[in-house]
């Protein structure tokens, strides 16, 4: 037996008035997935444990069958993990290039900064850094790491996912606790470093958001977790972009290979994707193809290029894989989305997500269409999401 699970990040919504009151799954056109919501199985999973914490290191591991509440992780370590940085006597995280305006945190993704900016910005706040005893390391784009030499995973931090701040003031979610002082004095002191910066202006005058803050969060270390070989008898491969994603696969032992172009953006190599697993399905029990394009889509607010991307997501990637999975004897496909990411609030949501899953042994439950409400009320819905996959397995 071959599985193919693609885990395309954020294609769930709400409803949409730019879009007649559907969603953009509702409005895009994707005729293979509806045709496997008539022959396969659908229905809803709850893919994270806190409701304020809907985050990618936490509905990933969900997604990958591992139950976040056990396997508990943190975002920089796991970023650092998919970097492939070494174990170092410290704490790594998360540290973002955003937007701050009137004092409040207004883009998480800087509308999508080049490679040369983010880098840039990042080189131009190397000096506080270092004055802070904080060392920056270069990712891409908007996303970076930050480590702190001596503090533990356990430090007393108090540090604010962006989602949850997004919109909010600056002052009341800068970095807090007994072991905080460093990186809250570098979070407050690199805003007039960044917006003073050549980069800014031009951006500024160009009609683009600045890259005028830097946010840090994901404290946390890495959990000892058994392997995806041991805990479900299968090889298996991870092809996914962003570094948490990659972090991820490395945490229970998934191959990771590179893939040049994948962004973890919108404008991610679909195509590079498609070769990459579909060279893996040759190789491998289980591929998972972890997608970010319609996440980002829905922190920028842009509701038609979420619309956009989901037929290119089909298109160009869901179908072409699906074809060459074909070609085995016995095989299963799951789309499994592992988060809802709005076009209206900019943030994930604290919904269940649509699933179709396809296949031998399989039934169908008749769905229809592949969307939020139809797999709504469909048969199969999975309150602790993290036992879906280990059900698609062994069905």
């Not at 005028?212 to 041991?230: H, I, Q, R």
């Amino acid at each position: 037996m071959k599985y193919l699970v693609i885990i395309p990040s954020g294609i769930s919504d709400y409803p949409c008035a730019d879009l007649d009151g559907r969603t953009p799954l509702q409005a895009a056109e994707t005729p293979l997935l509806d045709r496997l919501s008539l022959t396969g199985r659908m229905g809803t999973a709850t893919m994270f444990v806190d409701p304020d914490a809907v985050e990618a290191e936490i509905t990933l591991l969900a997604a990958l069958g591992y139950d976040p509440r056990e396997y508990v992780a943190g975002c920089g370590a796991l970023e650092a993990l998919g970097r492939g940085l070494e174990a170092r006597d410290g704490l790594y995280l998360r540290c973002d290039l955003v937007t701050i305006a009137e004092g409040m945190l207004s883009d998480l993704a800087v509308g999508h900064l080049t490679e040369t900016e983010g880098r840039g910005l990042l080189e131009a706040l190397q000096p506080l850094a270092r004055e802070k005893n904080i060392e920056l390391i270069a990712g891409d784009r908007h996303r970076h790491t930050a480590f702190m030499e001596g503090l533990r995973p356990d430090a007393r931090l108090r540090l604010y996912s962006p989602q949850l701040a997004l919109n909010g003031k600056v002052k009341r979610f800068l970095p807090g606790g007994r072991d905080a002082s460093a990186l809250r004095s570098f979070v407050w002191e690199a805003v007039p470093v960044l917006d003073a910066h050549d980069i800014n202006t031009v951006r500024k005058d160009l009609g683009e958001n600045p890259a005028n803050g830097v946010w840090v969060y994901g404290a946390g270390g890495l959990p000892v977790a058994p392997s995806f070989s041991e805990r479900y008898g299968l090889r298996g491969c991870i092809v996914a972009g962003t570094a948490v994603a990659r972090g991820c696969g490395k945490l229970i032992g998934l191959a990771t290979p590179d893939i040049a172009g994948a962004s973890g953006l919108a404008d991610t190599n679909l195509a590079a994707k498609r070769d990459c697993a579909t060279e893996a399905l040759s190789a491998y029990d289980i591929v998972f193809v972890q997608v970010e394009g319609a996440d980002e889509t829905g922190h920028a607010g842009d509701v038609a290029g979420k619309v956009a991307f989901l037929e290119h997501l089909e298109r160009d990637l869901v179908a072409p894989l699906l074809d060459r999975l074909a070609m085995h004897d016995a095989w299963r496909f799951m789309l499994l989305p592992d988060r809802m990411t709005s076009v209206q609030t900019r943030r994930h949501e604290a919904e269940p997500i649509p699933f179709v899953m396809s296949g031998a042994g399989i039934e169908s439950n008749r769905g229809g269409t592949f969307d939020e409400a139809t797999a709504a009320v469909g048969e199969l819905h999975v309150d602790r999401g993290w036992d879906l996959l280990e059900y698609f397995l062994k069905r």
